[in-house]
């Protein structure tokens, strides 16, 4: 059974930056996507970031575009989401997940994968 484990969220001003991590447990970590979604009140679940389980490509939703950086570190079997310039509509619970199958490609959709952490909260004060 895959566990994921977010931690990294909080409270930031405007402009400030978070990097949230992602933790996996039960299975090797290397060959497999993960990715970044978030979920803000009142909205549906958004892609925001992924990255492929072999070669390393990332995605990135174009409101993230050069702020954010989904990253990996397979010996540790956790990756990351470099939040920089962060505003006020990055609000949001963001959730990781990683692919149910290896992976050349980064995922950018839900279906995409099978296993989800519980999220963890960032909020972005203006």
């Known amino acids: 059974q895959v566990q994921l484990v977010e931690s990294g969220g909080g409270l930031v001003q405007a402009g400030g930056s978070l990097r949230l991590s992602c933790a996996a447990s039960?299975?090797?970590?290397?060959?497999?996507?993960m990715g970044w979604f978030r979920q803000a009140p009142g909205k549906e679940r958004e892609f925001v970031a992924a990255?492929?389980?072999?070669?390393?490509?990332?995605d990135y939703a174009d409101s993230v575009k050069g702020r954010f950086t989904v990253s990996r570190d397979n010996t540790k079997n956790t990756g990351y989401l470099q939040m920089n310039s962060l505003k006020p509509e990055d609000t949001a619970v963001y959730y990781c997940?990683?692919?149910?199958?290896?992976?050349?490609?980064?995922?950018?959709?839900?279906?995409?994968?099978?296993?989800w952490g519980q999220g963890t909260q960032v909020t972005v004060s203006s």
């Open positions: 039960g299975r090797t970590f290397s060959g497999y996507a």
């Open positions: 997940a990683v692919s149910l199958f290896m992976r050349s490609t980064p995922g950018i959709r839900s279906n995409d994968y099978g296993y």
């Open positions: 990255i492929s389980g072999l070669y390393g490509l990332t």
